[in-house]
């Protein structure tokens, strides 16, 4: 599980969005995002660093390197489909013009403001910006992406010892993007989303095979190419524990679910942490997975019988279908970064500094995951015999 399944890819958060709203007369005017470029003219780029540990699998832990953005940046933000991946609508007929039921591919449109908005530029033959493929994250994240590192070695904190070195990745992990009922094909009928894969660190191959010690803190530190050394540390913490579904049985290594059972799903963490991520994928023909659900789960209450950390989770009207529900226990620091989502600005819940000791942006933890199958299944029909 890569940190970008556990969690959304949130490139809005590499940006200063400022925003304005103008009232006159009772009456609004729509700013172009660019008219406020100049209030970040001294804007300097900085480093964000987001890396996890798997004490799972080791082979699964990442590290993210990116170059944070404006979002007034217009060489980044053209409204141009600059790769040239853009796909306009299938002319079936061959009449000149997009027809109902023809497949639009990327020409989708832009929704227009409010529940009944119609689709501005739907089927134009144009890519206009906002459509799949113009300004997307194949043509953005290269550009935000710091391959450059000279070295990037794990340790063990207390003493030192060489663990494991990375190396630079161009398809380090994916997520996907939804554009509803009238996005993109895909391969998978009725899937209407594109997968994403992005760059990052990860263990070299001959490290892969590692086990980390749940309990032992680690460091991993970064040498960057004009000598900044930047470094940060986590403790791997124990799997999710006590999973509990009544009304449920187990077939080889899938739960089934029947669709009309009320009971809850729930589990604990370990008293070091309050944080649990929480992954549901649709499983496709060929073990494919499309994401479906994800989430931080944050525990509010202790087990009375154990005293740990419980989560329930409920999972009423959910499709009828094979899942890969993964529960993954993170460290709390990382577990406090992502669930504040983090303001650019506020540097209170980063665990990564340089070598002057100066905060640098981002976070360092480990996630401990447990992976298993759910089936939901229509309910037995009560009138049979």
């Known amino acids: 599980m890569s940190i970008i399944k556990t969690m959304r890819y949130r490139l809005l958060q590499y940006s200063l969005i400022p925003l304005a709203l103008l009232l006159l007369q009772s009456c609004t005017e729509e700013l172009s995002i660019a008219d406020f470029a100049d209030a970040f003219q001294d804007y300097e780029q900085e480093l964000r660093l987001e890396g996890i540990l798997n004490s799972v699998d080791f082979s699964k832990s990442i590290l993210r390197v990116d170059k944070t953005i404006?979002?007034?940046?217009?060489?980044?933000?053209?409204?141009?489909?600059?790769?040239?991946?853009?796909?306009?609508?299938?002319?079936?007929?061959?009449?000149?013009i997009w027809d109902e039921g023809e497949p639009l591919n990327d020409d989708i449109g832009i929704k227009a403001h409010g529940p009944n908005g119609e689709y501005e530029g739907r089927g134009n033959g144009i890519p206009d910006p906002g459509e799949p493929h113009v300004d997307d994250y194949i043509e953005i994240l290269p550009q935000i992406h710091d391959s450059t590192l000279v070295s990037v070695i794990l340790r063990e904190t207390g003493n030192?010892?060489?663990?494991?070195?990375?190396?630079?990745?161009?398809?380090?992990?994916?997520?996907?993007?939804?554009?509803?009922?009238?996005?993109?094909?895909?391969?998978?009928?009725?899937?209407?989303?594109?997968?994403?894969?992005?760059?990052?660190?990860?263990?070299?191959?001959?490290?892969?095979?590692?086990?980390?010690?749940?309990?032992?803190?680690?460091?991993?530190?970064?040498t960057t190419t004009d000598g900044r050394i930047i470094s940060a540390s986590t403790t791997p913490i124990a799997l999710p524990l006590n999973l509990q579904w009544p009304g449920t049985t187990l077939s080889v290594d899938t739960i089934l679910v029947s669709i009309d059972n009320y009971a809850s799903l729930t589990w604990n963490t370990p008293i070091e942490t309050n944080f649990c991520g929480v992954i549901i994928d649709e499983v496709h023909p060929g073990?494919?997975?499309?994401?479906?659900?994800?989430?931080?789960?944050?525990?509010?209450?202790?087990?009375?019988?154990?005293?740990?950390?419980?989560?329930?989770?409920?999972?009423?009207?959910?499709?009828?279908?094979?899942?890969?529900?993964?529960?993954?226990?993170?460290?709390?620091?990382?577990?406090?970064?992502?669930?504040?989502?983090?303001?650019?600005?506020?540097?209170?819940?980063?665990?990564?500094?340089?070598?002057?000791?100066?905060?640098?942006?981002?976070?360092?933890?480990?996630?401990?995951?447990?992976?298993?199958?759910?089936?939901?299944?229509?309910?037995p029909d009560s009138t049979s015999g």
């Open 287 to 379: 073990d494919s997975l499309r994401g479906f659900y994800s989430s931080m789960a944050v525990a509010i209450n202790l087990d009375n019988e154990t005293g740990l950390p419980e989560y329930p989770a409920n999972f009423i009207g959910m499709p009828l279908g094979l899942y890969k529900m993964t529960l993954a226990s993170y460290s709390m620091d990382y577990g406090n970064y992502i669930y504040s989502g983090l303001p650019l600005r506020d540097r209170a819940l980063s665990n990564w500094r340089d070598q002057a000791g100066n905060v640098v942006l981002g976070a360092f933890g480990a996630q401990s995951p447990v992976e298993f199958y759910l089936r939901f299944l229509a309910a």
């Open 160 to 222: 030192q010892v060489f663990v494991a070195e990375y190396e630079w990745s161009d398809s380090a992990g994916y997520f996907d993007e939804g554009f509803g009922d009238q996005g993109p094909p895909s391969e998978i009928k009725d899937a209407t989303f594109i997968r994403y894969y992005y760059g990052g660190y990860i263990p070299k191959i001959e490290y892969t095979g590692i086990q980390l010690t749940n309990g032992t803190e680690y460091t991993i530190e970064l």
């Open 70 to 96: 404006l979002i007034t940046d217009t060489t980044l933000y053209n409204g141009i489909d600059d790769n040239g991946d853009w796909v306009t609508y299938t002319d079936v007929n061959a009449n000149g």
